[in-house]
T-cell receptor, first 110, second 116 residues
Framework: EDQVTQSPEALRLQEGESSSLNCSYTVSGLRGLFWYRQDPGKGPEFLFTLYSAGEEKEKERLKATLTKKESFLHITAPKPEDSATYLCAGGGGSQGNLIFGKGTKLSVKP | GAVVSQHPSRVICKSGTSVKIECRSLDFQATTMFWYRQFPKQSLMLMATSNEGSKATYEQGVEKDKFLINHASLTLSTLTVTSAHPEDSSFYIC????????????FGSGTRLTVV
């Protein structure tokens, strides 16, 4: 069964305190591993797509990495505006859809 | 970049009435659109896959007669919640697939449905 598991469920950081979010996945016919940011009451906002093990992508304070079983979203020196829920999703599913994890709610305190 | 417009953003309706939610791809053609439902503190759960010109494919446990999906054009899909009940209150989000871009899935801003 296709499954995406994210940890931790919630993460509280001080401004400037770097950390990583984990996404473990089992998705048949994986077409890509996606990271999204979701703010309360909004739809997910695209961050990264990773396609093969060893691939890395960066955007400002965020860096996503991928292995054959998991992906990490590294946050370097976070700021309060980075506070959001970060969603990981495997693309592939039976309908070619995204299979989402439950997300990690990140709070960054000044 | 790819933009998906979803309307309305919020709607309150009475029990027993129907509500229509629209999802439009603004700068690309979307042969496939997806409808998700999200409960508080939960992730997105796929409800159905909408293919232009054909019947939608519903996930197990989703009532197709209650959640009517129409994908009549390459830029518009609609979800109609029929005979709404309070338990249908949720956050509904659509997504369109644009295979011409690196991030193949673009999401709408969501619709908060409250049934009273």
């Amino acid at each position: 069964e296709d499954q995406v598991t994210q940890s931790p469920e919630a993460l509280r950081l001080q401004e400037g305190e770097s950390s990583s979010l984990n996404c473990s996945y089992t998705v048949s016919g994986l077409r890509g591993l996606f990271w999204y940011r979701q703010d309360p009451g909004k739809g997910p906002e695209f961050l990264f797509t990773l396609y093969s093990a060893g691939e890395e992508k960066e955007k400002e304070r965020l860096k996503a990495t991928l292995t054959k079983k998991e992906s990490f979203l590294h946050i370097t020196a976070p700021k309060p505006e980075d506070s959001a829920t970060y969603l990981c999703a495997g693309g592939g599913g039976s309908q070619g859809n995204l299979i989402f994890g439950k997300g990690t709610k990140l709070s960054v305190k000044p | 970049g790819a933009v998906v417009s979803q309307h309305p953003s919020r709607v309150i309706c009475k029990s027993g009435t129907s509500v229509k939610i629209e999802c439009r791809s603004l700068d690309f053609q979307a042969t496939t659109m997806f409808w998700y439902r999200q409960f508080p503190k939960q992730s997105l759960m796929l409800m159905a896959t909408s293919n232009e010109g054909s019947k939608a494919t519903y996930e197990q446990g989703v009532e197709k007669d209650k959640f009517l999906i129409n994908h009549a054009s390459l830029t518009l899909s609609t979800l109609t919640v029929t005979s709404a009940h309070p338990e249908d209150s949720s956050f509904y989000i659509c997504s369109a697939e644009d295979r011409g871009r690196d991030h193949g899935y673009t999401f709408g801003s969501g619709t908060r449905l409250t049934v009273v």
